[in-house]
């Protein structure tokens, strides 16, 4: 069946592929954005208590979907996966150190003789919450951006330095928050998963102090969402962008690549404002009208969140464009065709792609049925395995 | 401009790896055995409907979620560490090697993190058949992500299914299923989630001993001690089993490893297996010296596990060195083997199949057809031999023979201990004597770390004993880096070693807090 597809056609489904993981992940960071709210939406120790259980119980999606889209990337195209991972360290080695200190907190926070002490793994979450989506979001910003570094195949014949991917520039990455740019994505992907760590509570808590602190948090957090992911993509179109030639694979900078995109592909256009306009629903729905709407919010800013996100991978990779550009090196940029893996390989993890909608399928049954009945404090009374 | 590569930026990226691994492997066995061992107990308690099943599946089920976290956060490393600090293999095998890993978290890790999730919260929200269903998911999750990681570090040790494609400068996957079902893939997945199973029984022994000792839970303990010891005594004769198909492939496709891990300076035919011994300090191949202080050894067994002939010849370390013995394969008549070449001669083909490769990629940006042609050819007659080029001397193609010797008699010895030790549980316990026997108790007890110390033990024969190759023969671990400055991975490697032992110390601390206030308070607090 994909074995007659032809290479670009798989490399375009991967490239989906990934890029409806990310979108997954960005929407999944609602555990983050939840982390740091804790301190301000949970003032006693029964509610703090109920807000990391509500978020305890999907913690492990996010972190699953972030290994899964690390693990999807490096199988589909491993060139980013050496360049960037080896090159751009310091960011990289910032975000997995995010995420270790969160995946212990959770069991070890309320347990008794933990060593680190109550209060550590609460700020071991924040960190996770803060840094973390601030890191990722400045990280992925760098495929409008680009990054320093080269990428020379024939390195491989150099006995004393045969690495072909080479980072320029002694930060290692950590150049990524110095551009305006990324920080703005940044912020922008921090203030999203507040707002929507704000909707999961109001869709999984049952307890009305906390409920209403989320009502104000949602339009305390939504001002700068709009502020910073404004600017971004007003920015980005105007922005020039970095297009390769599909028949030499030459890339060159054109102005509006990105404005250019969107019009040459209507639909991903359309996602795009769709998403943006399922986000913005989803956050002033509850606000305008709260004891109807305020536990649907999340689906219509979640699904915004994987339509936007996801359009925007596409306009980073789609329509002859380089979507890990190396702004010291053109030529070494990376496309979707010069990074991927063979056809052979692409074709073999496409039939494991088939898995998908079984996984989403079950995952979807199980969060239903733990999700059939609102926390509330009688819960974290009785439940013996509450963190 | 191309620096060199600083050789401290290699051993600090090893060191680093190790550390990760080293860490990971310390949580992981627990989690591939006591899922399965919760999910037999909370069978039990759902065939016979008795509470204390319930209470006990409970009991461990908490321990196993302390361990479970800390293995997830250590793993997620492992992952990234591949890029991170190997940049040049992500790319050179990133074609074969990816390919398991995506599979792992798309058939493995939303199998185990979504289920765990009904496990532990799901007891008054879903049906006792679904929770039953969940806990036993979260097992086989666990261990599919076992199977796929394994098979990667299989490929790593034993390349196939692929071929070199010099216009990409990497090898691209040719065979899926010869990838998956590779001899050694086969071999070092059965073995190692064995020992993961052995690892949880007697982590489920002690723990349960130490309840005896102190008089307390027997009721629980002594349930749990006969379903541990059951579990353990099959597994570990499986572990044997799987041991010896493993060692058996290693000498067949990792001749270097299998001498190291005897000691073996000077091959002969139908060699002796070292049963206990001491290797002659500071000894250096070809320096004449005796290579053991001292050893006991079976006549012929050595011939016997590696090649299954008693007559076959065992290369040692020297052998492989100087080349000039004909290798022999299972199934393969000595006619077809080729006489093998010294490792000077490898290294000079090496660099002969990578200056081609050079010349092939100038021929073909200048158009030269011709000369294309003739570097092609001289880089596949060679490229058997491609990683040897990086390596400046022979004796860097030597992997530290003491430490795989020493560290495979602990692993072995370790083994046959554990199944001494399940057969005089079940024999106790079957006479109902087992709680008088206060020196078995403690024996139980303190057995647990040494299944920690086997378990490290076989991943250092593994890991070191293949060195210096990242790629068995393609790839030596100094043309598999990134290029970082030394200084950032010294940095990397502190934090990640604070980090995580400060972690490590909160387990065990949570842990024995746990155990101590026992199965009632198990989790509540």
Redesign the interface.
């Known amino acids: 069946m994909f074995e007659s597809l032809s290479l670009l056609t798989l490399q375009q489904y991967w490239f989906m592929i990934v890029s409806l993981l990310g979108a997954l992940l960005v929407f999944l960071m609602f555990v983050q954005g939840g982390q740091t709210l804790i301190f301000q939406l949970g003032k006693t120790e029964t509610e703090k208590k109920i807000l990391i259980n509500s978020l305890g119980r999907k913690w492990e999606f996010t972190f699953t979907t972030l290994v899964t889209f690390g693990g999807a990337f490096f199988a589909s195209f491993p060139l980013f996966y050496s360049t960037s991972f080896g090159g751009a360290y310091w960011v990289w080695i910032a975000i997995l150190f995010c995420f270790i200190i969160q995946a212990v907190s959770y069991e070890f926070r309320s347990k008794p003789n933990n060593f680190l002490g109550q209060k550590t793994y609460e700020i071991f979450l924040f960190i996770n919450g803060a840094l973390g989506t601030i890191l990722i979001g400045a990280a992925v910003s760098t495929f409008f951006t680009g990054s320093q570094f080269s990428i020379q195949k024939a390195n491989l014949a150099e006995y004393a330095n045969p690495v072909i991917s080479q980072w320029q520039g002694p930060a290692h990455g950590l150049e990524a928050v110095l551009n305006w740019h990324n920080v703005a994505l940044g912020l922008a992907v921090f203030f999203l998963a507040r707002i929507l760590g704000t909707l999961y509570f109001m869709n999984t808590v049952d307890d009305k102090n906390i409920l209403g602190r989320a009502k104000r948090q949602l339009l305390i957090n939504a001002g700068p969402f709009l502020v910073f992911f404004l600017a971004y993509v007003i920015a980005l179109i105007l922005s020039k962008g970095f297009a390769v030639d599909p028949s030499s694979g030459m890339v060159t900078m054109e102005d509006f690549k990105y404005l250019h995109n969107l019009l040459a592909m209507p639909l991903v256009l359309i996602l795009f404002l769709l998403g943006v306009l399922l986000v913005l629903w989803g956050i002033i729905r509850p606000l305008w009208k709260f004891d109807q709407c305020a536990s649907k919010g999340i689906w219509f800013a979640g699904i915004g969140t994987v339509l936007t996100v996801f359009s925007l991978f596409l306009l980073a990779g789609f329509n002859n464009t380089a979507y890990y550009p190396s702004t010291y090196d053109l030529q070494s940029s990376l496309t979707i065709m010069n990074s991927s893996s063979s056809h052979y390989t692409l074709t073999a993890m496409s039939y494991v792609s088939l898995l998908v909608p079984f996984v989403l399928a079950y995952i979807w049954y199980a969060w239903w049925s733990l999700n059939r009945k609102k926390i509330d404090a009688a819960e974290m009374e009785s439940d013996e395995h509450a963190y | 401009m191309?620096?060199?590569?600083d050789p401290a930026v290699v051993d600090w990226s090893r060191a680093q790896f190790a550390l990760t691994a080293i860490y990971h492997w310390l949580f992981v066995p627990l989690t591939l055995g006591l899922s399965f061992l919760v999910a037999i107990m909370e069978t039990l308690y759902v065939k016979t409907g008795d509470p204390e099943w319930k209470r006990i599946t409970?009991f461990w089920m908490?321990l196993f979620?302390?361990n479970?976290?800390?293995g997830?956060?250590?793993?997620?490393?492992l992952?990234?560490e591949?890029?991170?600090?190997?940049?040049?293999?992500?790319?050179?095998v990133?074609?074969?090697?990816?390919?398991p890993?995506?599979?792992?978290?798309?058939?493995a890790?939303?199998?185990?993190?979504?289920?765990?999730?009904?496990m532990?919260?799901?007891?008054n929200?879903?049906s006792k058949k679904?929770h039953l269903a969940?806990s036993w998911l979260t097992a086989i999750g666990a261990n599919l992500s076992a199977l796929w990681i394994l098979v990667a570090n299989s490929w790593m040790q034993y390349p196939v299914g692929m071929k070199f494609?010099p216009e990409?400068?990497?090898n691209?996957?040719?065979n899926?299923w010869d990838v998956l079902f590779s001899p050694v893939a086969v071999h070092k997945f059965l073995h190692t989630i064995s020992a993961g199973y052995v690892t949880a029984a007697i982590f489920i022994l002690g723990i349960s001993a130490w309840f005896l000792l102190k008089k307390r839970e027997t009721g629980l303990a002594r349930k749990s001690i006969l379903v541990a010891a059951i579990f353990g005594l099959i597994t570990s004769l499986f572990l044997a089993i799987t041991g010896d198909g493993s060692a058996f492939t290693v000498a067949q496709k990792q001749p270097m490893k299998l001498a190291a891990m005897e000691g073996l300076y000077k091959g002969q035919r139908s060699n002796g297996l070292v049963l206990f011994g001491i290797p002659q300090p500071g000894k250096k191949a070809g320096d004449g010296q005796n290579n053991f202080a001292l050893k006991v050894e079976i006549p012929g067994m050595l011939s016997i596990l590696g090649y299954r002939n008693v007559n076959a010849f065992v290369p040692g370390v020297e052998d492989l060195l100087n080349g000039g013995f004909k290798p022999e394969f299972q199934n393969v008549s000595p006619a077809e083997t080729e006489t093998a070449l010294p490792i000077s001669e490898k290294i000079v083909r090496g660099?002969l199949a990578?200056?081609a490769?050079?010349d092939l990629?100038?021929a073909r940006k200048a158009g030269d057809e011709v000369a294309a042609a003739k570097a092609d050819s001289a880089m596949k007659s060679n490229f058997a031999y491609f990683g040897y080029?990086?390596l400046k001397t022979p004796e860097e193609a030597l992997p530290n023979v003491p430490l795989t010797f020493y560290s495979f008699r602990s692993m072995v010895i370790l083994g046959f201990y554990f199944i001494l030790l399940f057969i005089l549980v079940l024999y106790f316990h079957s006479k109902n004597q087992l709680q008088d026997k206060r020196w078995l108790l403690r024996l139980m007890l303190w057995t647990i770390p040494l299944v920690y110390l086997a378990g490290q033990a076989g991943w250092i024969v593994a890991e070191l004993g293949r060195q210096p190759w990242v790629i068995q023969d393609l790839l030596p671990t100094r043309?598999a880096?990134?290029?970082?400055?030394t200084a950032?991975v010294q940095i990397?490697f502190v934090?990640f070693a604070v980090?995580f032992t400060?972690?490590l110390?909160?387990?065990v601390?949570?842990m024995?807090?746990?155990i101590k206030?026992g199965p009632k308070d198990?989790?509540?607090?």
């Open positions: 191309i620096l060199n590569i409970k908490t979620g302390i479970f976290a800390i997830v956060a250590t793993g997620i490393i992952e990234f591949f890029g991170t600090n190997w940049s040049n293999y992500s790319w050179f990133g074609d074969i090697f990816g390919a890993l995506a599979i792992e978290g798309i058939m890790f939303f199998l185990e993190s979504t289920f765990i999730a009904i532990f919260f799901g007891w929200k879903v679904f969940s494609n990409t400068a990497r691209e996957m040719q899926f660099k990578i200056t490769f050079g990629k100038k080029g990086y043309a880096v990134s290029m970082i400055e950032s990397t934090l980090l400060a972690l110390i909160a387990e601390m949570i024995t807090k746990q206030l198990g989790g509540t607090k």
